[in-house]
């Protein structure tokens, strides 16, 4: 169920979506990841707690996650440091020898 509208924008935080999202636990599935995956989040992404993100890269197999967290940025990554996302992920696919 929807809470209390956020200050600035007027819509029910946590969003619908947002609840469905965490109600989608697969953390029972981790073990069968059989591909490297990259995973972090910014640190002053709200959505995902820095715990989660490490818990997660732990329990995925045979060290093939990799990630942690993003400094000075937030949830859309993407947006707010494009470059260090770039050259973060050239990273990793070039560890992997994927590229």
Do not use: N, W
Not at 4 to 19: D, G, L, M
Not at 26 to 48: M, N, Q, S, T, W
Not at 65 to 77: D, R, S, V, Y
């Amino acid at each position: 169920m929807p809470g209390k509208p956020c200050a600035s924008c007027q819509r029910p935080y946590p969003s619908e979506a947002t609840v469905a999202i965490a109600g989608h636990d697969v953390r029972e599935h981790l073990h069968k990841i059989e591909c490297p995956i990259l995973l972090f989040k910014g640190e002053a992404d709200y959505h995902v707690p820095e715990q989660a993100v490490m818990d997660t890269i732990a329990a995925i197999p045979d060290g093939l996650a990799e990630g942690g967290i993003a400094k000075k940025m937030g949830h859309l990554i993407m947006t707010e440091g494009p470059e260090p996302l770039a050259e973060t992920c050239l990273g990793f696919l070039r560890r992997r020898k994927i590229i």
